[in-house]
């Protein structure tokens, strides 16, 4: 079919302005490395009750849409094949039963998938506004980060008023969101780093010291730098052999949780260290988690802190973006290791 017949939708549910049938995407052609990512007309997808479409201007891109390049991480049920978790744009279709957002409003997005295309439908109760004074490719580097980081670090580890908080990979997306977040809300901020210039980078962003863990023992810097004490909760996506030496970093009664493990998913513990200390190993992954919980997320997020991003007091940071078009550019880069940030596609009219 031709991409560039329009269509006009006249249910009531929708908005009246005219739509393709068809849009531009980017396809897994097979599992595999960046080339694996295509460009490839794909039908206009429709929302469902409780969803909206949102006309994509940006979309973030992040370690989860390269696992899943990759083979190694499964598309929820019902959702897009399509890679990309979170976008920024403008809402041009309703589900049935959504009042909250209307036609035309500026949205930015957590996605269960889809997010590589000009059109992504999302659950209207995972949209956020986009903040004040924020462009779209700023915003479309926000909903997974700080979805992540909140549900992990506050939910789940229950990081409290005057309690000490480290990241490994301060200079991932994950990293810069949770750096700054936690500063704002308060809190001492530690933070790891590969370089130089990224320790640095991470100290920019509010943490109190960074360590260069090729250099560094992160265990000695932060228990120097506790009294000894160690800190309360650590956010971990490393994993493998870093787990024994995290449980040594964290104080009494601490916690540490985990996201990803990119250095393995086994760890040997000690179970008399994690008894005698009252130490708590836990983790989430976000994707399959139900609308209802990511809703109430999204809640917490628009009442703590997207006022602290309207006030400046985090900031979001993109370093690279790349048409859609050139996804598998975007990938390569990720895989580097080569950001200090967030890496964004830009979606043109």
């Not at 493998?240 to 998913?265: H, N, Q, S, T, W």
Request: glycine residues 10%; contains cysteine.
């Amino acid at each position: 079919m031709n991409p560039d017949i329009r269509l006009t939708i006249h249910d009531s549910r929708f908005t009246s302005m005219s739509l393709p049938d068809q849009m531009r995407g980017v396809v897994i052609s097979a599992p595999g490395g960046p080339e694996a990512l295509r460009p490839a007309a794909q039908p206009l997808p429709r929302p469902s009750a409780g969803d909206v479409l949102i006309k994509v201007a940006a979309a973030g891109v992040n370690r989860p849409d390269v696992l899943q390049r990759m083979g190694r991480y499964p598309v929820p049920a019902g959702a897009s094949p399509l890679p990309g978790l979170e976008v920024a744009g403008t809402v041009v279709q309703l589900g049935a039963g959504v009042t909250q957002w209307q036609v035309g409003d500026a949205a930015c997005a957590l996605t269960p998938g889809g997010g590589y295309a000009e059109y992504c439908i999302a659950p209207a109760s995972n949209c956020l506004p986009i903040p004040k004074g924020l462009t779209a490719v700023e915003a479309a580097s926000l909903p997974e980060t700080c979805f992540t980081v909140w549900s992990n670090v506050i939910d789940r580890a229950g990081l409290r008023p005057g309690e000490t908080f480290m990241v490994q990979g301060g200079t991932s997306g994950i990293g810069v969101t949770a750096i700054q977040m936690m500063a704002a809300l308060g809190h001492r901020v530690f933070a790891t780093a590969g370089s130089d210039e990224k320790c640095r980078a991470c100290e920019r962003l509010g943490a109190e010291r960074a360590i260069h863990y090729k250099t560094e023992d992160f265990v000695e810097v932060v228990r120097a730098a506790t009294n000894g004490r160690g800190v309360d909760v650590i956010l971990d996506m490393v994993g493998g052999d870093y787990v024994p030496r995290e449980m040594k970093a964290l104080a009494e009664d601490g916690r540490l949780v985990f996201i990803a493990f990119l250095r393995g998913a086994k760890a040997e513990i000690n179970v008399a260290e994690l008894m005698t200390r009252r130490l708590t190993l836990t983790g989430s992954t976000l994707r399959p988690r139900s609308v209802e919980f990511k809703a109430a997320i999204a809640k917490a997020l628009r009442d703590k802190v997207w006022p602290l991003i309207e006030a400046g007091k985090i900031k979001p940071v993109v370093h690279a973006t790349f048409p859609l078009a050139e996804a598998a550019k975007a990938h390569a880069l990720m895989e580097s290791s080569q950001h200090i940030g967030k890496i964004v596609l830009t979606v043109g009219t």
